[in-house]
């Protein structure tokens, strides 16, 4: 078992910055690969960005490319999103999630741990 708590949301303006952390409990943070989703009112829960266990490897869904990363500090036991270039299309709530195993998987159903998310509102 892994808890997740995320962290680092917010408002911000059009062209700001935040970076969301994903902190773990539970067990080791290494084993696990590690995602970030969100979800905005009426819509899915949609991918944003994955990240394997070393850190070696990252994937982002193509509406954040060059905008958002996504990297692990393992001895901290934590997951980061940073986000800049901020639209009002962002404004979700953001997920941190984990599954055992080495496939960057994207799909919700592929990730066995949830956060509860936190808000991010980039008002237009």
């Known amino acids: 078992q892994v808890q997740l708590v995320e962290s680092g949301g917010g408002l911000v303006q059009i062209g700001g910055s935040l970076r969301l952390s994903c902190a773990a409990s539970g067990r080791a943070l290494s084993i696990y690969t590690m995602a970030w989703f969100r979800q905005a009112p009426g819509n899915e829960r949609e991918f944003v960005a994955v990240i394997s266990w070393s850190g070696g490897s990252t994937n982002l869904a193509d509406s954040v490319k060059g905008r958002f990363s996504i990297s692990r500090d393992n001895a901290k036991n934590t997951v980061y999103l940073q986000m800049n270039s901020l639209k009002p299309h962002d404004t979700a709530v953001y997920y941190c999630?984990?599954?055992?195993?080495?496939?960057?998987?994207?799909?919700?159903?592929?990730?066995?741990?949830w956060g509860k998310g936190t808000q991010v509102t980039v008002p237009s």
């Open positions: 999630a984990a599954r055992r195993g080495t496939r960057a998987a994207t799909g919700v159903n592929d990730y066995e741990y």
